[in-house]
């Protein structure tokens, strides 16, 4: 007895018909009568013939006899036959029908697929490039018609095709979501029946049958139990039917790709769902104020709806800054409070850079800092606030500066002490000439004397820059990666099938259908 082994890699096993004739003996006299109208002469032909077969010899001299009876003209066409014959409209039928499939086949379309991908990167390409949510004013000034980038861009085609807002715009969805079509196609026409094929049992029914496949080998003596059992532990899932058996393994790699197309569906959609359900906004707030969440966001899309959440007031209770031993400002941190409708505190946090606040679905983001108001004392009396204004200076560090004026305010030109400051750890003032005149921490409680005015920094009020927004599509984008992640990793698994069958000594014969 011999064992046939054949280790395949590919999931289409050629499984060839083998057609049998058995012996059998049958006489026809039928003889049809003509009943039409017409005459018509039925001629008969009787055929005698033998027949050999692999079930053996026994019906060897044997004749098979068949009469086959012709007539000069065709039968007549039965009910069934003439309901089944198409009438006019059946070709508009057949094209309405094959219509789907010709959608499909153009979707699922390799090149097309990869031209849509190819314009999506370069749509979010353009959107990086391009700054977003500007006034038009600010696009009017960028891009003039005076002077177009490349020769013909300006700020037509920015405002015309919704690129100041890209990633909400009908081109870009409308390209993702036929980048999305195409996915679903290729998935439905391709990797769905590949999955279907490789989960088919083949169990191969001849021993030439596996003698054409790729890799195959005899292994004399063999048991066909024997080698199930030393699959099984190499991993193989093994079917036995007969003398037939079918091992596989790694169907999971069949059903990676499958994977893989429904995560980039997911990340597609989850990123759809953030450039049109978010909102978002951005606030600068003195440390002791408050502000609503609703009055800061902003809608992003067609699909931004508002929660209960957005009612909630929000109060700035501290703002206090980290410094460096260089004196550099390292870290910056906000004290919230969250209050309801009613007045009732429901969530306080300190949060600051890489560490935000989450309630209700909004989030807020601790981004920057600003200096609000100088507090001083100014002869005993106060205190008073004194505005702190930015100023302009070259590079990227902050500068402020307030004005205290000393003297006839109601002169034209008004004359004072002046106080500059690069954060909240230290003032820097000057006298009415403009002249250095000393640097004081606020909190110190250290007078100082300019022009006859006596000073006192009793505080830096800070400003938090706070930005707000809602994001629903986060959790689709993140499950969407992980998944592509776990799905890329599965398609390494290989699929492998393993048919084998035992060949009996009476099919080493000539005339077996093992060849």
């Known amino acids: 007895m011999e064992t046939l082994l054949n280790p395949s890699k590919t999931p289409n096993l050629f499984i060839p018909k083998t057609h049998l004739f058995k012996p059998y003996f049958r006489h026809s006299n039928?003889?049809?009568?003509?009943?039409?109208?017409?005459?018509?002469?039925?001629v008969s032909i009787t055929i005698t013939c033998k027949v050999k077969t692999s079930q053996g010899r026994k019906n060897d001299g044997k004749n098979i006899s068949k009469k086959i009876v012709l007539t000069d003209s065709a039968p007549e066409l039965s009910n069934e036959e003439i309901k089944a014959k198409p009438k006019g409209g059946g070709k508009a039928w057949g094209v309405i029908k094959k219509f789907p499939k010709r959608v499909l086949a153009?979707?699922?379309?390799?090149?097309?697929?990869?031209?849509?991908?190819?314009?999506?990167?370069?749509l979010m390409a353009l959107g990086t490039a391009i700054d977003q949510g500007e006034s038009p004013?600010?696009?009017?000034?960028?891009?003039?018609?005076?002077?177009?980038?490349f020769g013909f861009f300006t700020w037509r085609w920015v405002l015309t095709l919704g690129f100041d807002h890209m990633f909400s715009s009908p081109v870009f969805l409308g390209t993702l979501i036929l980048l999305g079509t195409s996915l679903m196609a290729c998935t439905y026409t391709t990797q769905i029946p590949l999955v279907k094929v490789a989960r088919r049992w083949s169990f191969l029914q001849s021993a030439d049958s596996i003698r054409k496949q790729e890799f195959s080998d005899t292994l004399p003596q063999a048991s066909v139990s024997d080698l199930g059992v030393i699959l099984m532990g190499a991993g193989y899932e093994v079917f036995l039917k007969g003398p037939s058996l079918y091992a596989f393994k790694g169907l999971a790699g069949r059903f990676a790709?499958?994977?893989?197309?429904?995560?980039?569906?997911?990340?597609?959609?989850?990123?759809?769902?953030?450039?049109?359900?978010?909102?978002?906004?951005?606030?600068?707030?003195?440390?002791g104020l408050n502000f609503v969440m609703g009055d800061v966001l902003g809608p992003t899309g067609f699909l931004s709806t508002p929660t209960e959440a957005f009612n909630t007031e929000v109060h700035v209770n501290k703002f206090y800054m980290d410094y460096y031993d260089s004196g550099e400002v390292s870290q910056f941190h906000t004290d919230l409070s969250l209050?309801?409708?009613?007045?009732?505190?429901?969530?306080?946090?300190t949060l600051s850079v890489n560490d935000p606040l989450?309630?209700?679905?909004?989030?807020?983001?601790?981004?920057?800092?600003?200096?609000?108001?100088l507090q001083i004392l100014k002869d005993g009396e106060?205190?008073?606030n004194l505005a702190m204004a930015p100023l302009t200076i070259n590079g990227d560090k902050k500068l402020f500066g307030t004005f205290l004026p000393v003297g006839d305010t109601d002169s034209s030109n008004v004359k004072g002490i002046s106080m500059l400051a690069r954060d909240l750890q230290s003032i820097v003032l000057y006298d009415k000439q403009g002249k250095f005149a000393g640097v004081r921490r606020p909190n110190s409680k250290l007078p100082i004397e300019i022009d006859g005015t006596k000073i006192v920094i009793v505080d830096a009020i800070g400003s938090s820059g706070l930005d707000l927004k809602t994001d629903p599509g986060v959790p689709a984008v993140y499950a969407g990666f992980g998944a592509l992640m776990l799905t890329t990793c599965i398609s390494y698994l290989s699929h492998a099938q393993v048919p084998e069958i035992v060949e009996s000594s009476i099919s080493k014969k000539p005339d077996s259908i093992g060849g």
């Open 106 to 122: 153009i979707l699922s379309n390799l090149p097309l697929a990869i031209g849509e991908m190819f314009t999506v990167a370069g």
């Open 382 to 384: 106060g205190p008073f």
């Open 137 to 149: 004013e600010y696009y009017f000034q960028k891009y003039p018609e005076e002077n177009p980038i």
């Open 339 to 349: 209050f309801d409708m009613n007045g009732k505190e429901v969530m306080r946090k």
């Open 257 to 287: 790709p499958i994977g893989v197309h429904l995560a980039m569906l997911l990340i597609m959609a989850g990123g759809t769902l953030s450039a049109t359900g978010s909102f978002r906004g951005s606030v600068t707030v003195p440390q």
């Open 358 to 373: 989450r309630y209700g679905g909004i989030t807020i983001y601790q981004t920057d800092w600003s200096f609000s108001a």
């Open 30 to 42: 039928f003889n049809p009568q003509p009943h039409s109208s017409f005459n018509r002469r039925p």
